[in-house]
């Protein structure tokens, strides 16, 4: 089953600066969505780019799709201490009534 | 009332016990999934729900099991509760095309079995 997996796990930035994180995934899809996860809480739906779509912008989010590659990534600019969380990505295949999940990006940006 | 609401956000219980989570779906939205995360890993799908019926099931054992009402909402049990289901589930609603809007997860309910 295909499965998003993050890159890299961790990452510690200070206030201001940008913040990068991978997904790479294995079978084809329908589309791939970004959550956003606080203290273990529930997920806040990001954003979401089609399988047909390359790039997308949502506020000082970027997410890129490579499906070629079978990977995405999503770019948060001018970091915030709110931004402080766990990042997944999600694979939806379209037709299968789920989403498949990363392990997860824990971004600490520091005030 | 708008968004995913989940009952109870804790609970502890015996290995053995049988647990039922509870879920109230955002408004418009027909379609609920459930989710388990394990502490430090991503959410695995376990079910959904679609017009009261089971609509896809992830690889979970027949103990874990499901209702839908006709307003929506939704409930998830575990019968013969082991220490490895403790874990944050989530409960998620979304119109049956995921494709636009994806999927709205409430805050989930942590359950620990001791």
């Known amino acids: 089953s295909q499965q998003g997996e993050e890159d890299p796990q961790a990452l510690s930035i200070q206030e201001g600066e940008n913040a990068t994180m991978n997904c790479s995934y294995k079978?084809?899809?329908?589309?791939l969505q970004w959550y956003r996860q606080n203290s273990g809480r529930g997920l806040v739906h990001l954003i979401l780019?089609?399988?047909?779509?390359r790039e997308k912008h949502s506020g000082r989010l970027r997410v890129t799709l490579d499906t070629s590659k079978k990977s995405s990534s999503l770019l948060i600019t001018a970091s915030r201490a709110a931004d402080t969380a766990s990042y997944f990505c999600a694979t939806d295949a379209g037709g299968n009534n789920r989403l498949a999940f990363g392990k997860g990006n824990q971004v600490v940006v520091i005030p | 009332e708008t968004g995913v609401t989940q009952s109870p956000t804790h609970l502890i219980k015996t290995r053995g016990q049988q647990v039922t989570l509870r879920c109230s779906s955002q408004s418009g939205h027909n379609t609920v999934s459930w989710y388990q995360q394990a502490l430090g890993q991503g959410p695995q799908f376990i079910f959904q729900y679609y017009r009261e019926e089971e609509n896809g099931r992830g690889n979970f054992p027949p103990r874990f099991s499901g209702l839908q009402f006709p307003n929506y909402s939704s409930e998830l049990n575990v019968n013969a509760l082991e220490l490895d289901d403790s874990a944050l589930y989530l409960c998620a609603s979304s119109l049956p095309d995921t494709g636009i809007y994806g999927y709205t997860f409430g805050s989930g309910t942590r359950l620990t079995v001791v």
């Open positions: 079978t084809s899809i329908n589309n």
């Open positions: 780019i089609r399988s047909n779509e």
